[in-house]
């Protein structure tokens, strides 16, 4: 595999570096404030449509869409502006994460479907309100629950700049609540299919989360189904995999995992689970699909990209899988094991170069690019 290697480098960066404990309360300011925003006129050659998420959906899954471009045609607000505490509205609610999918109801309602570490909640955010509809909790996580002033009180403490302060109260939080850099990273990589179900994970089980009256966005969630991958695993490998991280979907519509040691693939009523097992290998990010049966992840050893063809899953250079190594120094301060993103694809027009995108683990660090088909 021929790796072209960026003359970007991160500037003042030695290492990749996240913090084991982030708290996030969810907050939305008033978008009236500043007016509506509006489609860019910016031409780009996106990629291709997924006939399995969430349809009209301005962010069904984590990182955009299912090839982690973060990239978004419709525009942010310009300028500089003030927001006062009168335009600010929160709820109180567990430490959540990224975990969050727009759901726009068939009615014209509004709703964010996102996760925390133990729990997955319904907000309706039609006409900028901001109220909590439902929530389900995860069973087994319920040490995380906490009370609202509890919540209150760690926010409260959070606004002062002084990390004497605030850093023993979030310790003290993480320690009763059992926050830990695992458990903060369950429910981070979520999507919402085509059909209203939101899948994400805890431990080493991936959830299938509905509305209990589909299209509905007065109506409770439930759990759907649930999965521990283990149950797909002969006892030896079983015993060796911790926790599920990343999710996405094929573009025939099959549910991807990918955890330390493994990459699976499901159908989205958790059946006929397919898997290849990458002994020795931490997988601490999410993975991304491309609509020609390629699934991408990082390892802490190479970059991969595994094969699915609708039956089977390969990591077979003769089925078109790859594999390169890239730069890594190892930091016992990181939360990732080797690069610490989620691969990114790059080009989908037929005349742009077709690449896949990390930033490694090298020191410095540096951006690095690689053909994900066949070398022009």
Known sequence: MKIKV????????????????????????????????????????????HPFLMANSVYPMIHWNAQATDVTSIESWTGNHKVSPQQVQWIPMPPSNVGTAHYPYPDGEQALIFSGNNSVSKLRITNGALELISQVKI????????????????????????????????????????ATGETLAYGVYTLLDKDGNYYAGWGTTVYKIA????????????????????????????AKISRLLGLNMTYDGYIVVGMPGLVAVL???????????FEGEAIDNGVTVDDKDGIYVVTSKYMRKVIWNGNTLSDKEADGAWKSE??????????SRGAGNTPTLMGFGPDEDHLIIICDAGDPVKIVAMWRDDIP
């Open 211 to 238: 509305d209990e009256t589909p299209g509905d966005i007065n109506s409770p969630l439930k759990i759907v189904a649930s999965y521990d991958l283990k149950d797909g695993l002969p006892a030896d490998k079983a």
């Open 326 to 335: 890239y730069d890594y120094v190892p930091n016992p301060r990181a939360f």
């Open 267 to 277: 159908d989205r009523d958790f059946k006929a689970m397919k898997y290849v097992f």
């Open 6 to 49: 960026l003359n970007w480098k991160l500037l003042g960066i030695k290492a990749l570096f996240l913090l084991p404990l982030t708290l996030s309360f969810l907050t939305l300011a008033a978008g009236s404030a500043f007016g509506a925003a509006k489609p860019s006129s910016q031409k780009s050659n996106p990629p291709p449509a």
């Open 139 to 178: 069973p087994g996580y319920e040490v995380m629950n906490a009370t609202e002033k509890e919540i209150r009180d760690l926010v409260k403490t959070l606004d002062t700049t002084n990390e004497d302060v605030f850093l023993p109260a979030i310790q003290a939080y993480s320690k009763k609540h059992g």
